[in-house]
């Protein structure tokens, strides 16, 4: 038996993937048909898998090991290799496919069914959920197959077998159909998350739907309206021309850990304890990651992170007065100042390595910080509309952005602050 390594996300796997990302072309469409049996937790999917990549001659998917040895053909299926990795929540399967040589102007067709139970043993991150009260798939249990290069996005139609009385949300577009649901995915994504959910508290107002999914139902639920109506509109008026927020869907959760984003299906931890200024600014990272597109496998992560992230604070600045934007910069700073290694610069255009967390959330945003105090508030917020509007992904095309608003010193010094 092989066993592999994978590299993880910080988020939780994949929890920070973040949104749509229209102007790629897919590398997969994904046709499926889900029978989901949230009584014994098993699943049973069949999948059709269209690659439009010419030049793919192999590719590697990653599934749930609990869902058994899946069979793989088609047409286009030259051979198949599997062998055992171990996931951060359990072993995974990597799937190894070649491929016959594409015909021009031809996609290829791969077939591949697998039935299971998802979680025979309890997960070690309660991340995802297949039981009677609530189904919430998102890569983070590998419950469909996932391509091992965590870059190339994908579109899907996907049936969803499922009796009962549920209501559902999904990244896109979902929709009940007599067997269950139908989710229709046309832009391209890195994933494809849905919740379906039996028991339930429904808060709906324009802008964005909550299900508060804690049985019975937690508290602070005026507080997270008054986060969500802060944050839409603080975003909305920072991005202007590269706004605004499509309708946001938030699901409540019962477990303390494994909030995520995918878009504006943002899926929060138990807030009953929260404070106003977390969740303030938990609202607008989850939000903000709507404009912020930095690759999350890359050296670019850190601003897919530290944007969303600074953009919350500078968020919860505006909701909270400067006395709560001073403790958060300051227990950052704390964390840099008390981690038990040295950190790594947050960019220089020698970085080959993603960066760590302590980097991407924290050293990102304190550096963020410093190029706000170096040109101004009000310039600064034109950067950041800027950027949005320019839907950045790489780092160099940030600094340019910054100068083309703050000029070429204030690009330099930037630079010198993020190599530190």
């Not at 190894?96 to 015909?103: D, M, Q, R, S, Y």
């Not at 339930?200 to 804690?214: H, L, N, S």
């Not at 019975?216 to 590269?242: K, M, Q, Y």
Request: charged fraction near 20%.
């Amino acid at each position: 038996m092989t066993v592999l390594k994978v590299m993880f996300f910080a988020c939780v796997a994949a929890a920070c993937l973040g949104a749509p990302v229209a102007a790629q072309e897919a590398s997969f469409h994904y046709d499926g048909d889900l029978r989901l049996s949230p009584q014994t937790g098993s699943l049973s999917a069949h999948w059709t898998i269209t690659a439009h990549e010419d030049d793919l001659t192999e590719v590697s998917f990653l599934l749930n090991a609990a869902l058994g040895e899946a069979q793989i053909d088609g047409p286009d299926v030259v051979a198949v290799t599997s062998a055992l990795t171990e996931g951060f929540n359990g072993p995974l399967r990597v799937y190894t496919v070649t491929l016959a040589p594409a015909l021009e102007g031809a996609d290829r067709v791969m077939l591949m069914q697998y039935a299971g139970p998802l979680f025979p043993e309890p997960p070690q991150s309660a991340i995802n959920t297949l039981d009677p009260g609530k189904v919430e798939f998102t890569v983070d249990s590998f419950w469909m197959p996932f391509d091992q290069r965590f870059s190339s996005l994908l579109t899907a139609d996907l049936d969803i077998w499922l009796p009962g009385e549920w209501d559902g949300v999904t990244m896109q577009t979902i929709a009940r159909t007599a067997g269950g649901f139908h989710i229709d995915q046309d832009t391209p994504a890195l994933d494809l998350a849905f919740t379906l959910m039996s028991d339930f508290q429904r808060v709906e107002a324009p802008g964005y739907v909550i299900y508060d999914t804690r049985n019975p139902g937690g508290g602070n639920l005026d507080a997270l309206v008054g986060a969500l109506e802060h944050c839409t509109g603080f975003l909305n008026d920072l991005a202007a021309g590269a706004g605004p927020l499509p309708d946001a869907s938030i699901i409540v959760t019962s477990r303390h850990e494994g909030g995520y984003s995918r878009g504006t299906l943002i899926a929060l931890t138990d807030i009953a304890e929260t404070s106003e200024a977390s969740l303030t600014q938990f609202i607008c990272h989850e939000l903000g990651h709507y404009w912020s597109h930095g690759n999350a496998m890359t050296v670019e992560n850190w601003l897919n992170e530290s944007f969303a992230d600074y953009t919350a604070v500078i968020g919860m600045r505006a909701a909270l007065g400067e006395a709560a934007y001073d403790e958060r910069m300051a227990a950052y700073q704390r964390q840099i100042d008390e981690a038990p290694d040295d950190l790594p610069p947050v960019w220089t255009p020698a970085t080959t390595e993603r960066p760590p967390y302590l980097v991407a959330y924290r050293k990102g945003p304190l550096a963020l910080a410093r190029a706000e105090g170096l040109i101004g508030r009000e310039l600064f917020a034109r950067f950041l509309q800027a950027a949005m509007q320019a839907r950045v992904s790489t780092t160099p095309q940030m600094l340019d952005v910054f100068q083309s608003v703050a000029g070429a010193e204030a690009r330099t010094a930037f630079e010198v602050i993020l190599a530190e």
